[in-house]
């Protein structure tokens, strides 16, 4: 089924994922766990065509002048460059409130058939302990532990030293957060936790996504070696 989504597909079931959503389809809150307040606005860029919420709680003014503005943005050709209607659309909702840029940056997929490195292990309930460097509280995570599986750890002198989990999950997809104790990289246990984890996703009947921002190079950098494919931008206003 992975296969056969379109980028706008995939842009759907992200927005699903990232976000939790009301009656109308706008969106409320992260999708997470006690998750914060969603953006205001969210415009999602492909190749194929663009796509975008608004926060429930946006004025209807402010609502239309901002799907006029979505309406006229081009396509792009380069996914890298700044929306049309960024300018347009942080006026809009300086109307309401002086807006934020929050997120802006990459969506990748998953390539079929990505080798897993041997070596990466599974975190459950049942060593939890593992992760006790790079969890502050363990009975928290405990708690809350069916909301971010699969978690995958490379696990070095019986402690996880680096981990790849899922930061949004649905029932349809999942997305990667990935952390390396600052003594342990450059290893290359990064883009091995985040493969195993997306095998692991795949494996749930779930599709694995990982999203970053223009300025964090060292996650760039994971999805290259993965040989990821970007399949759009989004950019939130907040």
Same mark, same amino acid.
Request: with cysteine.
């Given at each position: 089924?992975?296969?056969?989504?379109?980028?706008?597909?995939?842009?759907?079931?992200?927005?699903?994922? +990232?976000?939790t959503?009301?009656?109308?389809?706008?969106?409320?809150?992260?999708?997470?766990?006690?998750?914060?307040?969603?953006?205001? *606005?969210f415009?999602?860029?492909?190749?194929?065509?663009?796509?975008?919420?608004?926060?429930?709680?946006?004025?209807?003014?402010?609502?239309?002048?901002?799907?006029?503005?979505?309406?006229?943005?081009? @396509?792009?050709?380069?996914?890298?460059?700044?929306?049309?209607? +960024?300018?347009?659309?942080?006026?809009?909702?300086?109307?309401?409130?002086?807006? @934020?840029?929050?997120?802006?940056?990459?969506?990748?997929? *998953?390539?079929?058939?990505?080798?897993?490195?041997?070596?990466?292990?599974?975190?459950t309930?049942?060593?939890?302990?593992?992760?006790?460097r790079?969890?502050?509280?363990?009975?928290?995570?405990?708690?809350?532990?069916?909301?971010?599986?699969?978690?995958?750890?490379?696990?070095?002198?019986?402690?996880?030293?680096?981990?790849?989990?899922?930061?949004?999950?649905?029932?349809?997809?999942?997305?990667?957060?990935?952390?390396?104790?600052?003594?342990?990289?450059?290893?290359?246990?990064?883009?091995?936790?985040?493969?195993?984890?997306?095998?692991?996703?795949?494996?749930?009947?779930?599709?694995? *996504?990982?999203?970053?921002?223009?300025d964090?190079?060292?996650?760039?950098?994971?999805?290259?070696?993965?040989? +990821?494919?970007?399949?759009?931008?989004?950019?939130?206003l907040?």
């Open positions: 089924m992975e296969a056969s989504l379109t980028d706008l597909d995939l842009v759907e079931l992200q927005v699903a994922n +990232l976000f959503h009301d009656a109308e389809g706008r969106m409320v809150a992260d999708n997470e766990p006690d998750g914060d307040p969603a953006p205001r *606005f415009l999602w860029r492909t190749r194929e065509g663009n796509a975008w919420r608004v926060r429930h709680d946006v004025p209807e003014h402010i609502v239309q002048r901002l799907h006029a503005l979505v309406a006229a943005e081009p @396509v792009p050709d380069d996914l890298q460059a700044p929306p049309v209607c +960024l300018d347009a659309a942080l006026d809009a909702l300086r109307l309401d409130d002086e807006p @934020v840029v929050g997120h802006h940056g990459p969506h990748y997929r *998953f390539p079929a058939g990505m080798p897993v490195p041997d070596g990466v292990t599974r975190i309930r049942e060593n939890l302990h593992l992760l006790r790079m969890v502050g509280r363990i009975d928290a995570l405990d708690r809350d532990f069916d909301h971010v599986e699969p978690w995958m750890s490379m696990v070095v002198d019986g402690a996880a030293v680096a981990s790849c989990f899922s930061s949004r999950l649905t029932d349809r997809a999942a997305e990667a957060r990935v952390d390396t104790l600052e003594e342990y990289r450059g290893r290359g246990y990064a883009p091995a936790v985040v493969a195993a984890w997306a095998r692991a996703v795949r494996d749930s009947g779930r599709v694995p *996504f990982y999203g970053t921002s223009w964090n190079t060292a996650s760039q950098a994971v999805a290259r070696k993965l040989n +990821l494919v970007q399949f759009g931008v989004g950019l939130a907040a």
